[in-house]
């Protein structure tokens, strides 16, 4: 078995960070803790992958309506809140999940939505 089988846990959630971002980029300090928090979840084994995103106004929307791609470009929804964005993570259980999601530094004056990733 490769070692990262070995340790890996139960279940996988992927975990959308929700806030109200406007116009005002992220501090120094508010980055530091965000990269503090990622090094111990990256040492511990938890978090798998994540990124940022770009701005929901760089957003591209598409569907297929009668067999015609249809693309848009721009925010779609009336919402204060967008998805900053997301980080993969394996946990043992949801409440795992939860105590991870809650020492993000952006659970502070945002939210961590977990969704967990269906078996396929």
């Known amino acids: 078995m490769a070692d990262n089988q070995e340790t890996e846990k139960a279940v996988k959630f ?7 971002f406007g116009e005002e980029e992220p501090g120094d300090d508010e980055m530091a803790a965000v990269g503090r928090w ?3 979840m990256d ?3 938890i978090r798998l ?4 995103l770009q701005s929901v106004r760089q957003a591209t929307s598409v569907q297929v309506r009668d067999g015609e ?3 848009t470009d ?4 009336e919402t204060k809140e967008e998805i ?3 980080d993969l993570l394996d946990c043992a259980d949801l409440a795992e999940a939860i105590e ?6 952006a659970a502070r004056y945002g939210r961590m939505e977990l969704r967990e990733i269906l078996a396929g």
């Open 14 to 20: 992927l975990m959308l960070i929700c806030a109200e």
């Open 38 to 40: 990622v090094a111990e």
């Open 43 to 45: 040492a511990r084994g």
């Open 49 to 52: 992958t994540g990124a940022g």
């Open 69 to 71: 791609v249809l693309a």
């Open 74 to 77: 721009g925010p779609f929804a």
């Open 84 to 86: 900053g964005g997301f």
């Open 100 to 105: 991870v999601a809650s020492q993000h530094p």
